[in-house]
């Protein structure tokens, strides 16, 4: 396989895992969601975190310009954005926002790394 295949499989589960952690924070924010879902969503949250360095890391390793690792680093800031506001207690009122721009970040990397 080569690298950029690989790359769009993980950053593809990282896209299916980011859409099961978004709905389960809203099942949260909402009051429906148990404690097994929160765990769930906690756990989702970390691997999404791993996924995107993992494809970050494989993306620069494989040679890129200094503008998309301005990306990946935006990118980055929009997850640790995501964990200040859960920290802050603010994910009720700003969650779902930041949980979409998270999901648009998803897409953009998966379309970027599209094997031609």
């Known amino acids: 396989m080569t690298l950029k295949l690989i790359i769009t499989i ?4 990282g ?5 099961m952690s978004f709905i389960a924070g809203f099942r949260m924010v909402k009051g429906t969601g148990h404690f097994a879902e929160a765990r769930m969503h906690r756990i989702n949250g970390y691997i999404t975190i791993v996924a995107y360095l993992t494809v970050a ?9 200094f503008l998309f690792i301005l ?8 997850h640790m954005l995501k964990l200040l506001l859960v920290k802050k207690k603010l994910a009720a009122r700003y969650g779902g926002y930041v949980g979409a721009m998270l999901i648009i970040t998803w897409l953009i990397i998966i379309f970027t790394h599209l094997p031609k």
């Not at 993980?10 to 589960?13: D, G, N, P, T």
């Not at 896209?15 to 859409?19: D, P």
């Open 71 to 78: 990306g990946w680093v935006l990118g980055f800031l929009i």
């Open 10 to 13: 993980v950053a593809s589960l």
């Open 15 to 19: 896209f299916m895992i980011a859409i």
């Open 57 to 65: 890391v494989l993306s620069i390793a494989s040679g890129t310009r």
